[in-house]
Structures are given as structure tokens and as C-alpha cells.
């Protein structure tokens, strides 16, 4: 029985303390940590390996002890590693999916019974996971391995697969990436960080007893540079990141030109907006906002805005709900100097804080702080720094509301509160970020997409939708690994023309005199200069205008101001669009037909069947356009969830020389379909059917802007598109160069790309394009969209 001077119930719910906290003793955890010596190796080949005579970095808990030791690698150890996964590779890939599937249900059940081991060392760590939802992710993926030769039957495994996450990333980020990647066929390097590292090995031992082929899982360990010396291994195939954004840019850059596909989850500090509308129920919105703002370990940093009729209501029920409330631990002396520097900051902006204690005169601890009284473009408002520091804005209308939460350059998450459901849900669709939830916070499982917008990151993880990543459809060619060329990124596609005017050349024998198409209007360029197009013999058959970067702003500007409305269309009114432009390139068949003979040479024949498959791609194009659509999994929680694709914005278009014509309607359909807006930059080499094609496009009922075609030279125009920081995505086919260049450059602003290298592609004749396997369009389809997750409680 409780003494006399036990709190009650009663008083335990006035004053929503926690209860007494025991800690654990870890006692399972040390014991294996016992057995290696407390110095871990790496773990390849179906085994650990502990070479001697390497450096060490020493894993440390929150009290400061030692925890471990781990060793970093070398790159001979990566080599060799690298080809236990190419190795494990084959074997796996060969593998029914039904064979894989059993696999990691085996692991599921693994997992169950090694729950407190594997529990106790996250803990040890610093780097808490809850079991059941590593279970619950496993379960899943084993579901769609059972069905990847059903559903998905014309998509292949992209190889060995490196997955490279930072220490700031939680233990469930690991295994996102992982296990749809091994449910998928590929072999995995994971390249933890050294906090991380422990329980990563820990599981890759568990693996081995579900008698996985060795090889197929591998662990190396080291410092912030093995990561990028695992990507330029030429085994591997795709490099997933995750972690902070300054380290996935620097990672970007290190392996531009590697030939190495890569994607970039980039939430570690992500800023993410909380919104409270006066329809809230108050108390529960700020009972959510104390939950997700000052846990110990968070994912993204939470800035709170409030709708001013309720401003004073929150505010009074914050100080309330603050009062009592522990330090938070922060990751490092460092990181008090931050917070320090940050409070005094909007201090002399003339916030006011609320806390619940006074800050300690020193060391890694902070009370939970709420700035109050900020203004939007405040530094503690535009980038808090880590630690238990929550941003307090305030806003009049909903509009204003939604404007305040898109804001923020990263689009990870948001939080919504209100009572009134039509007004969550035209919020959740206005809010640019990947995932919403309405009443709620961080709720995840695995059956939802979680993807990256603006700067939080150009991957998309869970869901059907999450495995694509680490697939490529069959007839598709793979992005050749090579050696970065000593490439000057800041001279790249500024130098001069090198075409020569052919000796002997009469201008009064070219009877055409081409413009480019922007804003919905034919016009030169604005350099005013223009280059000559030739025919195979020679011949000048036109000129046209020689584009640059001014019209590639004017373009994007254009953009910007229809793609909104083309977006709002519905999809039915957008298939009647694309219907339109495939009636109208039909009445002038004849005539793109002979333009395309003229400018590659091929046959009357051969052109006319490019000119008969591109009507008809455009034709599929519409009929996608209110066929593809989201929808609503069945969750083990109770609540609904909504998953839909949604556009990117403004995309640059790169177009390759082979089938001038199929290719860029090809593009323009996925992109135009999903309500993008698209700059084409046509072949170089044969530009002629893309500007007959202006022609086409002013006949259809597209709006003016929706599609600009500008001419010039392939580098120049990269190189404008690249620099934009309004274009989200950039699709090219080109050289080597021009990937590298796009690797590099598109790292900061992230934007998402799409590179093939024509030198390789080129060679198959155009097959890529005029192939009938619905992959290919899959895959285009899925470039043109990003997808959204929104979460409803019902209870």
C-alpha cells in the first residue's frame, strides 16, 4: 500500500508528471558486447571480421562510459568487401521472392526473441528503436518480397546497394532503407555511424541465423569518409544517404562523377511547422506539442504557430504544462553554445521566454524553452538549433497559416490541429511537405510513403512506393560507373561555340529561320544569336536561336505563374489537353515525318512510324492522367491514412538525340500529365522535329507557359538549369560530363535528377524509347511525382 505521503491519482493527472523512472542494467546487452571484447569489427561475408592495426572510435552512453570500441575501415577492407556483395548478389537476386520472403519472416521472428538485447544496446547507444515497429517493417517487406514476381514482374534489382546513415539519424532510418532493399534482391553495405554501429552489427549477426546467403548483408564502420570511399567502390550500384544537409551535400559532391546513382534523405534538424487553428481542441494541441518538441531524441525541430484567437489560450496552457519539467540532455557541449547563442538572439529581438527551470550554469543540459513573440524571419525561427527549443509564431487567417508552414525551405513533416475536417484536409494538400498529421505527430508505419521536399531530402522511403528505389525497369540501362573527369564547375558550359559555318556556305539557300517557344510565344534569344541546323550530308537546313540563361529565367518565370492553375486542373480536364495536342500533331504527320527525315536522315518509313508511336504515347499519356491516383492502406492503428502522388512543380528536360520526336513527347506527357510544368532543351544535334513541334503545341489548348522550348547549345542550357533554384527536378540525357556536372551542381539547391548517359545509351538505336514494356512509362511516370501521406486518428 502506498504511504501517507503518496501522490494520488488525482494528483498525478493536476500535475502530469512522469513516474519514477528505473533504469536498466543493460545486463543482456554487455553480455554480448562481453563475448566480442567490447571492440567490434566489421561484419562481411556471413562473418565478423576484426582486422588489426586500424584506428578506433570509441561509442560512448549518455553518462559519458565507455560503451565499445569500433574500427575504421581501410580501403582495402572496403574492397573486399565489395566483392563478398557482389558475390552474395548473385546468389540472392537468383532467389524466388517467395525464398526471400521466408527469410525475413524468420528475421521477424528473431527480432521477437532477442528484443531485449537488441532493445538494451540501442539504449546503450544512444540510439533507442522500438521493437515492435522493426518488426512490424519487417513483416511488411517480407509481404512485398512474396510479391515482387507478381506485381512487379518487369523490375529488376539495382545491384549491391550502400546505405550510408549519420549518428543523428534514429535506428529505425537504417532499416527503412535495408530491408526493402534486400526484400528487392540486392545485396547491402551498410556504413552506419559509430553510435549506430553497435546494434547494426547486432542484427546482422541475427540475420545470419535465417540462413541469409553471405554477402548479402555486409557492415563496415569508420569515420564521416567511409561512406564516400564505399560509393566509389565500383561494385556498388546505388548510394541511399541519411543524416544532416550540410553532410549529404558534401557526400553529393565527393562522388559526382562516379557514374553512381544517389538519393538523399536529409531530415536530421529539419524544421517543420506545428500548426494550431482556433477549431483545435487546445488542450490535446498543446499536450502534442510538449511531446514532440522536448523529447530527449527527436527527428526534426518543431516551430509552433498559432492562430492569434487562440494565441493567449496556448500560451497560458504552455506555462502550465512546461512548469516541473526536467532538463533535456543535448548531444554536446557544442550544441549548449548554440542554444545559448540563440535564446539571447531573440531575446534582443524582444521575444519573451517561457521555461521550466532556470538553465544550469553549464554543461550539455537545457530546459524546455518556448520563445515567444518571434518574428517570422528571425534566425531562432528560420533554422532552431538543436535542443529543446521550440519557435512560437502566430498567424491571423488560414491562408496565413499555411503560408507561415511553407515558409520553411525544408518539406519533411508538418503537424495540424483543428476540429473542422474539410479545413485538415485543404491544409494537408496546401502544406508542401511529405508527410501531414492531422491531431497527431511523428505516427509512422510502413505501409505509408515518407518523402523528402525542397531541401529535406529526393527519396522516398515506405510503401510500395519506397521499393522503387532500389529497382530499374528491365530494358532500361543502368548509369556506367566511371572515373570523374578534372571537371572545372564553374567554367562548365560558358565556352564558347565551337560550330563552324560550313566552307562555302550561301545564306540565301536556307529558307527557314527558326524560334524558340516561351511563355506561350515564338521569339529569338535573348543573346540574339542564332546557330545554323544541319542535315547528315551537311546541308543547312535553318537556323535557330542559340539560347542561354536569360531564357531559361524567362521560362521558369512563365512557369511559375501557370502551374498552379494547370495543376488545379482536374486530371480529366489535363487528359482532354493531351488528347488535343495528339489530334493536333496527328493533322501534321506529314509534315513532322518529313521534318524528322530531313534532320536524321532516316527513311520516309522510319520517320513516319516514329511519328504513328509518339501520337499514340501521347495518347497514353492522357488516358494516365485520372488513372494514376493514391490511396488509403489499412493501418494496424486505429485512423485512416491517405497516400497521393502529387507534381513537382517546374522541371528541365534535357532531350536526348535518339527519336527526336517519341523522346520529347515521351517526357513532356509524364511530366504535363501530373500537372508539371516543363523548359525543354532539345537535342543539340537534331533540334529540327522539336521546334516543328512548337507548331503543334500552340494548335493544342495547353496553356501558355506549361511547355517552353528553348534551343542552344546542350552544355549552356545545363548549365541554366542547374542554377535555378526554382526548377525541382532536372532530367538529362547527355554526357558524362553533364552528369557529373548535374551531381555536383544540384546538391545545394537539392534538386532531383534523372541522368542517362547517351555515349552508352545511344547505341541501342533509339530502342529505349519506341519499347512497348509498360516499366518504362512507370518509370517516367514516377519521376514526374513526389507523394504525400496524410494521417487522420479517429480516436
Given at each position: 500500500?502506498?504511504?501517507?505521503?503518496?501522490?494520488?491519482?488525482?494528483?498525478?493527472?493536476?500535475?502530469?508528471?512522469?513516474?519514477?523512472?528505473?533504469?536498466?542494467?543493460?545486463?543482456?546487452?554487455?553480455?554480448?558486447?562481453?563475448?566480442?571484447?567490447?571492440?567490434?569489427?566489421?561484419?562481411?561475408?556471413?562473418?565478423?571480421?576484426c582486422?588489426?592495426?586500424?584506428?578506433t572510435?570509441?561509442?560512448?552512453?549518455?553518462?559519458?562510459?565507455?560503451?565499445?570500441?569500433?574500427?575504421?575501415?581501410?580501403?582495402?577492407?572496403?574492397?573486399?568487401?565489395?566483392?563478398?556483395?557482389?558475390?552474395?548478389?548473385?546468389?540472392?537476386?537468383?532467389?524466388?521472392?517467395?525464398?526471400?520472403?521466408?527469410?525475413?519472416?524468420?528475421?521477424?521472428?528473431?527480432?521477437?526473441?532477442?528484443?531485449q538485447?537488441?532493445?538494451?544496446?540501442?539504449?546503450?547507444?544512444?540510439?533507442?528503436?522500438?521493437?515492435?515497429?522493426?518488426?512490424?517493417?519487417?513483416?511488411y517487406?517480407?509481404?512485398?518480397?512474396?510479391?515482387?514476381?507478381?506485381?512487379?514482374?518487369e523490375?529488376?534489382?539495382?545491384?549491391?546497394?550502400?546505405?550510408?546513415?549519420?549518428?543523428d539519424?534514429?535506428?529505425?532510418?537504417?532499416?527503412?532503407k535495408?530491408?526493402?532493399?534486400?526484400?528487392?534482391?540486392?545485396?547491402?553495405?551498410?556504413?552506419?555511424?559509430?553510435?549506430?554501429?553497435?546494434?547494426?552489427?547486432?542484427?546482422?549477426?541475427?540475420?545470419?541465423?535465417?540462413?541469409?546467403?553471405?554477402?548479402?548483408?555486409?557492415?563496415?564502420?569508420?569515420?564521416?569518409?567511409?561512406?564516400?570511399?564505399?560509393?566509389?567502390?565500383?561494385?556498388?550500384?546505388?548510394?541511399?544517404?541519411?543524416?544532416?544537409?550540410?553532410?549529404?551535400?558534401?557526400?553529393?559532391?565527393?562522388?559526382?562523377?562516379?557514374?553512381?546513382?544517389?538519393?538523399?534523405?536529409?531530415?536530421?534538424?529539419?524544421?517543420?511547422?506545428?500548426?494550431?487553428?482556433?477549431?483545435?481542441?487546445?488542450?490535446?494541441?498543446?499536450?502534442?506539442?510538449?511531446?514532440?518538441?522536448?523529447?530527449?531524441?527527436?527527428?526534426?525541430?518543431?516551430?509552433?504557430?498559432?492562430?492569434?484567437?487562440?494565441?493567449?489560450?496556448?500560451?497560458?496552457?504552455?506555462?502550465?504544462?512546461?512548469?516541473?519539467?526536467?532538463?533535456?540532455?543535448?548531444?554536446?557541449?557544442?550544441?549548449?553554445?548554440?542554444?545559448?547563442?540563440?535564446?539571447?538572439?531573440?531575446?534582443?529581438?524582444?521575444?519573451?521566454?517561457?521555461?521550466?527551470?532556470?538553465?544550469?550554469?553549464?554543461?550539455?543540459?537545457?530546459?524546455?524553452?518556448?520563445?515567444?513573440?518571434?518574428?517570422?524571419?528571425?534566425?531562432?525561427?528560420?533554422?532552431?538549433?538543436?535542443?529543446?527549443?521550440?519557435?512560437?509564431?502566430?498567424?491571423?487567417?488560414?491562408a496565413e497559416?499555411?503560408?507561415?508552414?511553407?515558409?520553411?525551405?525544408?518539406?519533411?513533416?508538418?503537424?495540424?490541429?483543428?476540429?473542422?475536417?474539410?479545413?485538415?484536409?485543404?491544409?494537408?494538400?496546401?502544406?508542401?511537405?511529405?508527410?501531414?498529421?492531422?491531431?497527431?505527430?511523428?505516427?509512422?508505419d510502413?505501409?505509408?510513403?515518407?518523402?523528402?521536399?525542397?531541401?529535406?531530402?529526393?527519396?522516398?522511403?515506405?510503401?510500395?512506393?519506397?521499393?522503387?528505389?532500389?529497382?530499374?525497369?528491365?530494358?532500361?540501362?543502368?548509369?556506367p560507373?566511371?572515373?570523374?573527369?578534372?571537371?572545372?564547375?564553374?567554367?562548365?558550359?560558358?565556352?564558347?561555340?565551337?560550330?563552324?559555318?560550313?566552307?562555302?556556305?550561301?545564306?540565301?539557300?536556307?529558307?527557314?529561320?527558326?524560334?524558340?517557344?516561351?511563355?506561350?510565344?515564338?521569339?529569338?534569344?535573348?543573346?540574339?544569336?542564332?546557330?545554323?541546323?544541319?542535315?547528315?550530308?551537311?546541308?543547312?537546313?535553318?537556323?535557330?536561336?542559340?539560347?542561354?540563361?536569360?531564357?531559361?529565367?524567362?521560362?521558369?518565370?512563365?512557369?511559375?505563374?501557370?502551374?498552379?492553375?494547370?495543376?488545379?486542373?482536374?486530371?480529366?480536364?489535363?487528359?482532354?489537353?493531351?488528347?488535343?495536342?495528339?489530334?493536333?500533331?496527328?493533322?501534321?504527320?506529314?509534315?513532322?515525318a518529313?521534318?524528322?527525315?530531313?534532320?536524321?536522315?532516316?527513311?520516309?518509313?522510319?520517320?513516319?512510324?516514329?511519328?504513328?508511336l509518339?501520337?499514340?504515347?501521347?495518347?497514353?499519356?492522357?488516358?494516365?492522367?485520372?488513372?494514376?491516383?493514391?490511396?488509403?492502406?489499412?493501418?494496424?492503428?486505429?485512423?485512416?491514412?491517405?497516400?497521393?502522388?502529387?507534381?513537382?512543380?517546374?522541371?528541365?528536360?534535357?532531350l536526348?538525340?535518339?527519336?527526336?520526336?517519341?523522346?520529347?513527347?515521351?517526357?513532356?506527357?509524364?511530366?504535363?500529365?501530373?500537372?508539371?510544368?516543363?523548359?525543354?532543351?532539345?537535342?543539340?544535334?537534331?533540334?529540327?522535329?522539336?521546334i516543328?513541334?512548337?507548331?503543334?503545341?500552340?494548335?493544342?489548348?495547353?496553356?501558355?507557359?506549361?511547355?517552353?522550348?528553348?534551343?542552344?547549345?546542350?552544355?549552356?542550357?545545363?548549365?541554366?538549369?542547374?542554377?535555378?533554384?526554382?526548377?525541382?527536378?532536372?532530367?538529362?540525357?547527355?554526357?558524362?560530363?553533364?552528369?557529373?556536372?548535374?551531381?555536383?551542381?544540384?546538391?545545394?539547391?537539392?534538386?532531383?535528377?534523372?541522368?542517362?548517359?547517351?555515349?552508352?545509351?545511344?547505341?541501342?538505336?533509339?530502342?529505349?524509347?519506341?519499347?512497348?514494356?509498360?516499366?518504362?512509362?512507370?518509370?517516367?511516370?514516377?519521376?514526374?511525382?513526389?507523394?504525400?501521406?496524410?494521417?487522420?486518428?479517429t480516436?
Amino acid at each position: 500500500m502506498a504511504n501517507s505521503t503518496s501522490k494520488t491519482v488525482y494528483d498525478i493527472f493536476q500535475s502530469m508528471e512522469y513516474g519514477a523512472y528505473s533504469p536498466s542494467t543493460a545486463a543482456t546487452a554487455r553480455a554480448w558486447l562481453e563475448r566480442h571484447s567490447y571492440s567490434l569489427g566489421f561484419f562481411m561475408d556471413g562473418k565478423f571480421v576484426c582486422p588489426v592495426d586500424r584506428q578506433t572510435h570509441t561509442v560512448t552512453d549518455s553518462t559519458g562510459g565507455t560503451v565499445c570500441s569500433v574500427i575504421c575501415a581501410k580501403d582495402e577492407d572496403i574492397s573486399s568487401c565489395g566483392s563478398s556483395a557482389s558475390a552474395g548478389f548473385k546468389t540472392w537476386s537468383e532467389l524466388s521472392g517467395h525464398r526471400r520472403a521466408k527469410v525475413l519472416l524468420r528475421l521477424a521472428s528473431t527480432l521477437q526473441r532477442y528484443t531485449q538485447c537488441v532493445s538494451e544496446l540501442c539504449d546503450l547507444c544512444q540510439s533507442p528503436c522500438s521493437l515492435p515497429a522493426l518488426i512490424r517493417l519487417t513483416q511488411y517487406y517480407a509481404g512485398w518480397a512474396q510479391l515482387q514476381d507478381t506485381l512487379m514482374p518487369e523490375w529488376i534489382p539495382r545491384g549491391v546497394v550502400a546505405v550510408v546513415v549519420s549518428d543523428d539519424c534514429s535506428f529505425h532510418s537504417i532499416w527503412l532503407k535495408v530491408l526493402p532493399a534486400l526484400a528487392m534482391g540486392n545485396a547491402v553495405i551498410m556504413v552506419p555511424g559509430v553510435k549506430l554501429a553497435p546494434p547494426t552489427l547486432l542484427l546482422a549477426q541475427l540475420f545470419m541465423e535465417t540462413a541469409l546467403p553471405a554477402g548479402v548483408l555486409s557492415v563496415v564502420t569508420g569515420d564521416t569518409s567511409v561512406g564516400a570511399r564505399v560509393a566509389k567502390n565500383n561494385q556498388i550500384s546505388y548510394l541511399t544517404y541519411s543524416g544532416s544537409q550540410q553532410d549529404g551535400e558534401v557526400l553529393a559532391k565527393q562522388t559526382a562523377g562516379w557514374g553512381l546513382t544517389i538519393s538523399l534523405c536529409l531530415s536530421v534538424s529539419a524544421e517543420c511547422p506545428f500548426i494550431i487553428f482556433e477549431s483545435a481542441d487546445i488542450d490535446s494541441a498543446v499536450d502534442g506539442v510538449i511531446e514532440a518538441a522536448f523529447k530527449k531524441k527527436k527527428d526534426w525541430q518543431w516551430v509552433l504557430c498559432v492562430q492569434e484567437s487562440v494565441l493567449d489560450s496556448v500560451v497560458s496552457r504552455l506555462k502550465l504544462r512546461i512548469t516541473g519539467l526536467k532538463c533535456v540532455p543535448l548531444g554536446s557541449e557544442s550544441d549548449r553554445t548554440l542554444v545559448d547563442v540563440a535564446v539571447q538572439d531573440a531575446l534582443q529581438q524582444g521575444a519573451t521566454l517561457i521555461q521550466s527551470c532556470s538553465p544550469p550554469a553549464s554543461g550539455a543540459l537545457y530546459p524546455p524553452t518556448v520563445l515567444c513573440g518571434l518574428a517570422p524571419p528571425s534566425s531562432a525561427a528560420v533554422s532552431p538549433p538543436p535542443g529543446p527549443l521550440l519557435p512560437l509564431l502566430s498567424f491571423r487567417s488560414a491562408a496565413e497559416g499555411v503560408a507561415l508552414g511553407n515558409r520553411t525551405p525544408h518539406g519533411q513533416a508538418a503537424s495540424i490541429w483543428t476540429e473542422d475536417l474539410n479545413l485538415a484536409l485543404e491544409t494537408a494538400k496546401s502544406l508542401c511537405v511529405g508527410s501531414v498529421w492531422v491531431n497527431s505527430h511523428s505516427v509512422m508505419d510502413p505501409s505509408l510513403p515518407q518523402c523528402g521536399r525542397r531541401d529535406s531530402g529526393n527519396c522516398t522511403d515506405g510503401g510500395k512506393e519506397g521499393l522503387y528505389q532500389f529497382l530499374r525497369p528491365s530494358p532500361s540501362p543502368a548509369l556506367p560507373r566511371s572515373t570523374p573527369t578534372s571537371l572545372d564547375y564553374a567554367a562548365f558550359g560558358t565556352t564558347a561555340s565551337g560550330f563552324m559555318v560550313p566552307e562555302g556556305f550561301d545564306p540565301s539557300s536556307v529558307t527557314c529561320s527558326c524560334s524558340q517557344y516561351v511563355g506561350g510565344k515564338l521569339c529569338k534569344a535573348d543573346s540574339g544569336c542564332s546557330r545554323t541546323v544541319q542535315a547528315p550530308g551537311g546541308a543547312v537546313l535553318a537556323h535557330c536561336p542559340d539560347g542561354g540563361r536569360k531564357d531559361v529565367r524567362n521560362a521558369v518565370e512563365a512557369a511559375l505563374k501557370v502551374q498552379p492553375g494547370w495543376l488545379r486542373k482536374s486530371p480529366a480536364a489535363r487528359a482532354l489537353s493531351l488528347y488535343s495536342l495528339s489530334d493536333h500533331l496527328e493533322k501534321r504527320r506529314r509534315e513532322m515525318a518529313a521534318s524528322i527525315q530531313a534532320q536524321t536522315g532516316l527513311s520516309m518509313e522510319e520517320a513516319d512510324k516514329e511519328v504513328e508511336l509518339s501520337i499514340s504515347r501521347l495518347s497514353d499519356w492522357a488516358a494516365r492522367c485520372d488513372k494514376q491516383s493514391g490511396g488509403m492502406p489499412p493501418l494496424p492503428q486505429t485512423g485512416s491514412a491517405l497516400s497521393a502522388p502529387e507534381a513537382l512543380g517546374v522541371v528541365g528536360v534535357v532531350l536526348p538525340d535518339a527519336k527526336p520526336l517519341l523522346s520529347l513527347v515521351s517526357l513532356l506527357g509524364a511530366a504535363v500529365s501530373m500537372g508539371n510544368a516543363v523548359i525543354l532543351v532539345p537535342s543539340e544535334k537534331y533540334p529540327l522535329p522539336a521546334i516543328d513541334f512548337i507548331q503543334v503545341l500552340q494548335a493544342s489548348d495547353i496553356p501558355a507557359g506549361v511547355v517552353s522550348v528553348i534551343t542552344g547549345r546542350r552544355n549552356q542550357l545545363t548549365q541554366a538549369l542547374a542554377n535555378h533554384s526554382e526548377i525541382q527536378a532536372i532530367w538529362y540525357w547527355g554526357s558524362l560530363e553533364g552528369c557529373q556536372f548535374l551531381q555536383h551542381t544540384c546538391s545545394s539547391p537539392l534538386k532531383r535528377l534523372w541522368l542517362h548517359c547517351e555515349e552508352v545509351e545511344g547505341n541501342d538505336g533509339g530502342k529505349y524509347w519506341s519499347h512497348s514494356s509498360p516499366s518504362l512509362q512507370e518509370e517516367m511516370w514516377r519521376e514526374a511525382v513526389v507523394w504525400k501521406s496524410v494521417w487522420i486518428p479517429t480516436a
